[in-house]
Nanobody, 123 residues
């Protein structure tokens, strides 16, 4: 099982970035997917999640209204559109897969992690 994230980079405050994560078919057959982030000297935190059907999309309070998560099961991708970026959004972002939607928001419950992609927002 592999998850491969891409799309990170450097952007000015107020700008936008799009992160994508490609995965194996087994994950996209039934797993809930999400994005976490980890800033220097901070714990990894939940950012956004999406269930298999795409009907439930929880967000962290800090990003709600600015970030949008979506998935395309046929293309085996999950995407995080990030708008109105702030310097405090600077972190390494990780895509994640959990076979239970109920535990998706907890880093400890994640079944599979992708490699991180760095997002840097300059002020």
């Amino acid at each position: 099982v592999q998850l491969q994230a891409s799309g990170g980079g450097l952007v000015q405050s107020g700008g936008s970035l799009r992160l994508s994560c490609a995965g194996s078919g087994r994950i996209f057959d039934s797993y809930a997917l999400g994005w976490f982030r980890q800033a220097p000297d901070k714990e990894r935190e939940f950012v956004a999640g999406i269930d298999w059907s795409g009907s439930r999309t929880p967000y962290a309070d800090s990003v709600r209204g600015r970030f949008t998560i979506s998935r395309d099961n046929a293309k085996r991708t999950v995407t995080l559109e990030m708008n109105s970026l702030k310097p405090e959004d600077t972190a390494v972002y990780y895509c994640a897969a959990d076979n239970k939607f109920s535990t998706l928001r907890s880093a400890g419950g994640i079944d599979y992690w992708g490699e991180g992609t760095l997002v840097t927002v300059s002020s």
